[in-house]
């Protein structure tokens, strides 16, 4: 018990510990709720910071990667705490839920509708920016990797101990942990050991009564759900206990570009058939974009083959001219590199040194600062006029700055159940579409020409493409698809985005929401609601 003295002093030490007049600010009564829950006070108001802070717009600002959501009509956090200490969440969490705030947690930031730093309501977030060590078992060949941390960290790590381990998470590399996993996550060695989730083996978890869980004390239900079951819902995941897999001391990357008057379209077509049955050491995209042609300057689409192997120039040459002559791959076009130096060649920066992994503020060269995605799954070849459709609305003026990246599914990706983890998107897809709608003028008018483009493509892609449901992948989180009311959720409603990101598994997660959080007190536009 505190004596009735202590508690007088603590508003008055608080107003000089956090710098402002907090009686005057509506989340006063959160703030001395943070400070009387805290064990040491000075500790925890050096990491909040509020709008009276200096330092809150740098904070906040330092993790928002599209600038669609730095707008001055974009709603802020009350308060922003960047946790040093369990304690820090702990308290943040009970006091958001004594005085009615919600919160959002985030870890890299690059939520693709910004919901980890974004609500309607009042709220706080909580950046675990602090939680970011990455530790390496290169023996058992397992790392602890705290969600604050982004893939490139993971990566040097691993590639400072070891060149022949490796852990299959996306190219971009500034992606934060956190988010990431808890969206199941695709990279590029996706086709050979599955997603992200898919290599967890364990978590340290922090639940809405505060109570930090490991695998064996949530229990599997709640642990089959974080990996996979989308950021926000369940509850703030602190550290993930990964897997890491084999790689061959040199893999082989080629990109080959051929535009629409290249024949283009007749490679894609083959490409649908051939990708998704290549072995499961391949890993194959195409990137499609608008450009101006050599030929008489017209728009029109060029269309780069990725691919990383997992083997030699030697093994893949025999391999592509057996499978697909049609792309005419010589030894030129192709390059041995070590699997993290592939890394950066896929960010487009292969002559960077490692170091680079390590910059949190790294912008791939093909990232716009405004942008809106869309994904869908494509089941059946599209045919070549379907094909030529979208390419024509590719080379639309809207569509300038535009991405659309096919990424081959198979390999192993057929062989797991769909009910293994939350993302259900295994057996039976040919490849998944990223549709990447960049732009560079933040103006309404720009953005709403781009919104309006993306959505007339992704309409014009329905008849191609997955049905009941389409299907979406929940890290390229699309509000357009649905999202649940800010007062109130339903499933009735939620089940509209919900089987799309989730298939049947929606319903397993709703199951296990009800059970660890039936307040509904982790929650956004997408969060999965309690029954
Ligand atoms: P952020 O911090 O914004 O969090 C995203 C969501 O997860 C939010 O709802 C947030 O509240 C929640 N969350 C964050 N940390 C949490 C935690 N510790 N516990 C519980 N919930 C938490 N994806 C992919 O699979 N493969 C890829 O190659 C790419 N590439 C890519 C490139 C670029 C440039 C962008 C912007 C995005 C991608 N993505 C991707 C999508 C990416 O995986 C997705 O946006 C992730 O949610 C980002 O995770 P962050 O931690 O960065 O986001």
Known sequence: ????????????????????????????????????????????????FTRQNSSYESVLEARIRNLRFNSTDTPKPLVIVTPTEISHIQATIYCSRKHGLQTRTRSGGHD????????????????????????????????????????GELYYRIAERSRTLAFPGGVFYTIGVGGYISGGGFGLLFRKYGTAGDNVVDVQFIDVNGRVLDRKSMGEDLFWALRGGGGGSFGIVLAWKLSLVSVPANVTVFSVSRTLEQNATELIHRWQYIAPRLPDEVYPSVQLRAINSTQDGRRTVVASFVTMFLGTIDELLPLMEQRFPELGLTRQDCTEMSWVQSILYNNGIPNQPLEVLLNRTFRNPVTTPYYKIKSDYVKEPVSETGLNGLFSQLTEEAAASTVIILFAYGGIMDRIPENATPFPHRAGNLYKIFYNVGWLEGDYESSQRRLDWARRAYNYMTPFVSKSPREAYVNYRDLDIGSNNIGYTSYAQASVWGRKYFKDNFDRLVQVKTRIDPENFFKHEQSIPPL
């Open 1 to 48: 018990m505190k004596s009735p003295q202590f508690s007088l002093l603590v508003p008055l030490v608080l107003a000089a510990l956090f710098s402002f007049s907090w009686a005057a600010l509506p989340h006063e009564n959160f703030l001395h709720c943070l400070s009387l829950r805290s064990n040491d006070s000075s500790s925890i108001s050096r990491v909040v």
């Open 112 to 151: 693709y509708e910004g919901l980890s730093f974004v609500a309607r309501v009042p709220f706080v977030v909580i950046d675990l920016i602090n939680f970011r060590s990455v530790d390496i078992d290169v023996e058992n060949r397992v790392a602890w990797v705290q969600s604050g941390a982004i893939l």
